[in-house]
């Protein structure tokens, strides 16, 4: 399958709402097998075990992608791995994981400030409430029209002692 229709073909399938979950994965795993470098395919896999609620087996489709050399592969896939897999680390409880992935994240359009949002939900995940409520709060900060440096105060002192 040529690269072009393999992605339309994985758009589509995401676009489907027709589709349970089961089917999304059965079928993405048959595109994963004919993509045009396996990094891509363990990703598009790994996205549809996750959305359908199997984040153990999404877990290691993610692993199998970064293995593979999904950052060299495809920056903008990376990226967008990068909080998909977090988010499923939080799931599994594996919190310290996620908070340290998103940490590290990269800046990247296709994710924008998605990487803070889901870092502040592992860090209160891992009961670090004020700091999650911070870092919630520095990722909106940007996009306010006014009121910006009392907002980024209050964040501040939120894990000042």
């Known amino acids: 399958m040529e690269t072009t229709e393999w992605e339309r073909a994985v758009a589509a399938l995401w676009a489907d709402e027709t589709v349970d979950d089961q089917q999304r994965i059965d079928r993405m795993r048959g595109l994963a097998d004919a993509a045009q470098h396996p990094a891509i ?4 896999l790994g996205g549809a075990c996750d959305s ?15 293995a593979a050399g999904l950052p060299d592969v ?11 897999h977090a988010s499923t680390l939080r799931n599994l409880g594996r919190t310290d994981e996620a908070i340290a992935m998103l940490d590290d994240a990269p800046e ?17 995940s891992a009961g670090r409430h004020d700091e999650a409520l911070r870092v919630a709060i520095e990722a909106v900060e940007p996009t306010l029209p006014r009121y ?8 501040a002192a939120l894990t000042e002692h």
């Open 108 to 124: 990247h359009p296709a994710t924008g400030t998605a990487p803070r949002v889901f870092l502040a939900l592992a860090l209160h």
């Open 52 to 66: 359908g609620g199997r984040e153990a087996e999404a877990d290691v489709h993610y692993a199998a992608a970064t």
């Open 41 to 44: 395919g363990a990703f598009e």
């Open 74 to 84: 495809d920056p903008t896939r990376a990226a967008q791995m990068v909080v998909q």
């Open 148 to 155: 910006n440096r009392s907002v980024r105060a209050y964040a």
